[in-house]
């Protein structure tokens, strides 16, 4: 499965933004999926993942309450609604898909495939 993330832009603090990752070669009900984000310098890091069917969302704690994390299976498209967004929510945003309906991980090494990336700036 081939995935594509967009929605990264420039925000000021407090401002909101939503990340899209389309999918492509595979439907994604087939997958749990996740986003992860990674600063300057820093490794890569959980922020959310969806079951396979939408039921369970799971959050980081820093971003519980202010993240939102969702999937259309019918469009092929999870999506990240971040809003109250804090400098320190600045980073790359990657979308990620791990083979199967069970469980999730919030490990890199426990997804499969991984979309390129849409960077987000929170400016104070």
């Known amino acids: 499965v081939q995935l594509q993330a967009s929605g990264g832009g420039l925000v000021q603090a407090g401002g909101s933004l939503r990340l899209s990752c389309a999918a492509s070669?595979?439907?994604?009900?087939?997958?749990?999926m996740g986003w992860f984000r990674q600063a300057p310098g820093k490794e890569r890091k959980f922020v959310a993942a969806?079951?396979?069917?939408?039921?369970?969302?799971y959050y980081t704690d820093s971003v519980k309450g202010r993240f939102t994390i969702s999937r259309d299976n019918a469009k092929n498209t999870v999506y990240l609604q971040m809003n109250s967004l804090k400098p320190e929510d600045t980073g790359v945003y990657y979308c990620a898909a791990k083979m199967g309906r069970r469980g999730y991980s919030t490990s890199a090494t426990g997804y499969d495939y991984w979309g390129q990336g849409t960077l987000v700036t929170v400016s104070s």
């Open positions: 969806v079951s396979w069917s939408g039921g369970g969302t």
């Open positions: 070669g595979r439907t994604l009900s087939s997958y749990v």
